[in-house]
């Protein structure tokens, strides 16, 4: 299963898609694994229970589930995958989050490498433009155009909750596509596309799959320290241990890289515990 035509130009132009229904029979056995992997876990990277007063996350999320973890392999998300990043491209992470009020715009690292990246978000619970769901703004995503480049600009430089400041309107009113979505529906799009949410409850159940082109044999180093991103959720390696133990030969494909280059992990976490148990200096 792959993209249209359309569906591509419409992507390439405004730098997401939404697909309503797309795993709506399989949406409550994944809402029933959502749970169960927070039960076992207990909260976010700390084991910490979510609190209802700021945002909850656990890193690696589908990893953890070995039905979740075939997720990557369904058609319906590898066959998006493939057309837009290439066969070969590479799974980089999940995370699954309860989230909390509003979140700001941002995008997931503008610009952080030559290497596009996507993002594909099941949400769980129904939100609509008030109540949670993702707000984008179209186009947003074009590096070096001077729309997107000036808009990052401003991002950047000021905090959302200033921006009535700079452009006149609070971050609810900036111009954007609202992307309502049910259970069973997936979001998709480009990790440098601006993005955020605005209202809902204190425990809106998302999870994502992030995936990225395959680094260049010699841009190594840069994806070294793309895995270090890892290490302050306290991972010791790029996956967890349901996504490589149930892996088949198509899914280490896009497992293999990372993989390759995720032994400097161990000691990045260490140096990290140790950082937090270091009493603090006056």
């Known amino acids: 299963m792959g993209l249209s035509e359309q569906q591509r130009t419409f992507f390439e132009t405004f730098g997401y898609l939404s697909f309503p229904g797309l795993f709506a029979e399989e949406a409550a056995a994944i809402t029933e694994e959502f749970e169960r992997v927070w039960a076992e876990h207990g909260g976010g ?4 229970a979510h609190d209802h007063q700021q945002r909850s996350a656990l890193v690696p999320f589908i990893d953890q589930s070995a039905y979740l973890s075939a997720l990557l392999d369904d058609p319906r998300i590898d066959g998006t995958a493939s057309d837009l990043l290439g066969d070969d491209y590479t799974y980089a992470a999940s995370d699954g989050n309860f989230y909390v009020g509003d979140t700001r715009w941002h995008s997931d690292g503008y610009a952080r490498t030559p290497y596009r990246y996507l993002k594909f978000a099941f949400y769980l619970d129904p939100v609509a433009r008030d109540s949670g769901c993702l707000r984008v703004i179209p186009g947003s995503h074009h590096r070096g155009d001077r729309y997107a480049e000036g808009l990052h600009d401003i991002m950047s430089s000021i905090r959302t909750e200033r921006a ?15 992307l309502e979505s049910q259970p069973g529906d997936v979001v998709m799009f480009d990790q440098d596309l601006k993005h955020a949410s605005f209202g809902g409850g204190t425990r809106r159940r998302m999870f994502t799959m992030n995936m990225s082109e395959r680094f260049a044999d010699d841009d190594v180093e840069a994806l070294r320290q793309d895995v270090a991103s890892l290490a302050r959720f306290w991972c010791t390696r790029a996956y967890g241990p349901a996504m490589i133990e149930t892996a088949g030969p198509r899914r280490m494909r896009h497992l293999e890289q990372r993989l390759a280059h995720d032994d400097h992990l ?17």
Request: proline share 8%; charged share 30%.
């Open 164 to 178: 009535a400041e700079r452009l006149g309107v609070s971050g609810s009113e900036l111009p954007a596509a609202a």
């Open 45 to 48: 990277h700390h084991g910490q």
């Open 266 to 282: 161990p000691e990045l976490v260490r140096q990290a515990r140790r950082e937090m148990r270091a009493p603090a200096r006056a």
